[in-house]
């Protein structure tokens, strides 16, 4: 289950005497850790404090540079490391899911890691700074009602999931991954800590072959991290590359792992015959299910709980047929192989034809993506190259 905070940071000097504490929300257990603020958490064992007063982690942290298991404490100078450098030695030496709050001598700076497993979302309330992992916390807490911002709601829509550091909640934003707010005094901004393109730039000159061994070695430490954290598991599969990645990772640790699949009446939404070949190769049990429209409710958003509206209908089937099959296994954690499309570029843009040009001008190299973007989407060579075209010229007015 996913750790639940509210945290109530005082501003300019503001102290909580014992007639003035913010009463405790009865599912959370508060934390003494820091003069001026008060926290909540739903789970203590997730919570790293810093000596000295010097703030916390809330989340799970890993060695980015050693064996995939949970950090329960850090080492002192380590905790040195991270609080001289506001942060930044815990965004290049660690990975996880965290928000960790870091005070510096007159200032304070509250970090969401560049994963965004760890909601943060943040609100003012008189003299104080208010960061919560669900905007329902705000209101349970005792904070006025929270009132829905029209225009954000228009704006989500149209943006259909990109991520914004607004929400559609009026006076309620989103900390984004890899960046942090920075509070000094009355004054907050936001800061990008951490920048993909500082990984691109940084690209060597190895051979594909290397960088493979890198990636499929960084793709392994990462989910046998969470695989040897929940040691039971149900993963979703549909028999293709990226859930079937995450299945081999998860057997190379020995995890005790039920696969769960969901078909349509539609063939082209029927992936038992892959899910089985799987099961097969993984010696573990498959469970075959179908979507049904007895768990869709019109009325009611797949993303109810988020504070910007979004998700699929047919999700609301999906997570209720995979809560109950785990709960039936008794998994204590569902895994799935969601997002591999942009790890591994299972696109069907022509956007990169536009940047190879950038890149490399009229070359070979152009030559070969335009290839690659026709074994990937079936179009012709002018049907790419036009698109690619369009592309481009867009590109030059920037991409937000």
Known sequence: MSVQFIARIARQGLVYDADSVPPTISSLFRQDIVPGLCLDISDPRALIALPAQKGFI????????????????????EIEAICRSKGEHLLRRYWGRYVAVIRSENALSVIRDPSGAMPCYHTSHRRELVLASAPSL???AGLPSLSVDTAGVARALLIAGMPEITTALIGVGQLLPGTSLEIAGSRTTTAIRWDPWEFVSSLDDRSPDELATDLRRTVQSCVSGWGRLYNKGLLTVSGGLDSSIVAACLRNVGHDLSLLTLTTDDPLGDERAFARTMASYLGRPVFEERYSLTHIDLNKSSVSHLPTPGGRVDAQSFDATALKVATDVGANAIFTG???DNVFYMSRSARSLADRYSVN??????????????SLTGATALQASSQGIAAWRKAAKGYV
Do not use: C, M, W
Not at 59 to 68: A, D, K, V
Not at 364 to 374: E, F, S, V
């Open 58 to 77: 809330i989340g799970t942290l890993f060695h980015r540079y050693g064996p995939p298991e949970r950090v329960e404490q850090l080492e002192p100078k």
């Open 338 to 340: 969601n997002g591999g």
């Open 361 to 374: 001008g009229l070359s070979a190299g152009l030559l070969g993506t335009l290839r690659d973007i026709r």
């Open 138 to 140: 705000f209101s349970a």
